[in-house]
């Protein structure tokens, strides 16, 4: 992994499952949001930026379907890789289908799961969300890389120091 980490997030409702991943992504590096239900993390998505989604499919509140919905409308090119028991072959198109870049069946073996993520990173091209250096509220986008401002789409001409102070 680089220094710069990658923000992951896991929605999985079984608890050592998801202490787990979580503890093991940590140690490799990564940034973790880890939630134990749909609802939530389909809030997350709504409120942050995420490198990549690892989603069990079996959860409660919403299911891992129903929170790759909302990516694939709302965040647009993020990687998730679903994570399921069930293992038939409707399920991994379905997923597939929805917009998944992989779909892994449980039990697995941490080690492929950790060479998937950073394959799926890779192929998708993304960097890591902390050296984007952007924030996004609404219609409101601060972009340091960039040094932009944008509302609504328009850029708003912004002195350095200004921008800054916003970000």
């Known amino acids: 992994m680089s220094d ?6 896991i ?3 079984d608890d050592s499952i998801r202490h787990a991943l979580t503890d093991v992504l940590t140690a490799s590096g990564y940034e973790v949001l880890a939630l134990e239900e749909g609802l939530a993390a389909i809030h997350a998505v709504r409120e942050r930026n995420f ?3 690892l989603l069990d499919v079996a959860m409660p509140g919403a299911d891992g379907f129903q929170v790759l919905q909302v990516m694939s409308e709302e965040r647009p090119g993020t990687p998730v890789i679903m994570l399921t028991a069930r293992g038939e072959e409707e399920d991994r198109v379905q997923g597939l289908k929805l917009g998944a870049d992989d779909y892994i069946v ?3 073996s941490i080690r492929e799961l950790l060479a998937r993520i950073e394959a ?7 960097e890591p969300e902390k050296s984007r250096r952007r924030l996004e ?3 409101l986008v601060i972009d340091m890389d960039a040094f932009e401002l944008t509302v609504d789409g328009k850029k708003v ?3 350095p120091k200004e921008m800054e102070l916003l970000y």
């Open 4 to 9: 710069s980490a990658y923000t992951i997030l």
């Open 51 to 53: 490198d990549l989604a």
């Open 157 to 159: 001409p912004t002195p």
């Open 120 to 126: 799926v990173l890779r192929r998708s091209g993304i």
């Open 137 to 139: 509220f609404d219609k």
């Open 106 to 108: 449980k039990p697995f």
């Open 11 to 13: 929605a999985e409702d």
